[in-house]
């Protein structure tokens, strides 16, 4: 039997979490001495994982510096979930269309650079773990646009690449689609632009929820 695979991105595709990222993120600079990005900056790299971030937020500071921020980051996202303050709504519509997709022949995977820990809480917070056969997160893989993470749903998911499509709301999703050699969706309410992801090789850009399902079904 054919596998249908369609692997999602957590962060700016079913959850808006940018305002806990930013927190965490300008508390992570200060801890390590350095200046804060700015918001619009932050945004951009949501979706890799920590290291990778923060040479990119950061490419003149020191190796130690960049190591402060990456553990800083950490234990201000920690410190914000026990005490109640991480913000992720899912974005409207989202349940629906992964049911939709569910009843419609689809298995699910995630696939973030977010830590196992903070998938794992997201996900149980909305309710969803148990939507998802694989969970990919950066704890056990390279930074995106690297197809570790797409290579270790589509065998926990027994698909190929040919029945498997990465929908995401960055361009680093789309190139970890074209290393995988799986079709790319875009989604335009996340944190790059449908002309940034479309130049990265998106098949299709979805504008909602909605129209995601209508692409795939």
Known sequence: MTV???????DGTLVDGQASICEAMESAF???DLPAPDRHDIR???GLSLPQAMRHLA???SDAQRAAAVEGYKEAFRTSRMQGRVQ?????????????????GWTLA????????GLFSC????????????LQTADRHPSKPHPAMLE??????????????????????????????????????????????????????????????????
Not at 4 to 10: E, G, I, M, P, S
Not at 110 to 117: E, I
Not at 179 to 197: K, S
């Open 59 to 61: 490419p003149h500071a």
């Open 123 to 134: 996900l149980a917070t909305h309710g969803l773990n148990d939507h998802f056969i694989s």
């Open 152 to 217: 270790a749903a589509m065998s926990d998911a027994l698909a190929e690449p040919e029945n498997t499509v990465m929908i995401g709301d960055t361009t680093f999703d789309m190139d970890m689609a074209a290393a995988a050699r799986v079709r790319g969706i875009g989604v335009d309410w996340g944190y790059h632009t449908p002309e940034e992801l479309t130049a990265s090789g998106a098949a299709h850009i979805a504008t909602t929820p909605q129209q995601l399902g209508s692409i795939l079904l």
């Open 44 to 46: 951009r790299i949501v």
């Open 4 to 10: 249908k695979l369609a692997v999602f991105d957590c």
């Open 110 to 117: 995630v696939a973030t650079g977010k830590s196992d820990r």
């Open 88 to 104: 992720e709504p899912l974005f409207t519509g989202i349940v629906a269309v992964l049911n939709r997709l569910r009843d419609g």
């Open 30 to 32: 200060t801890l390590a």
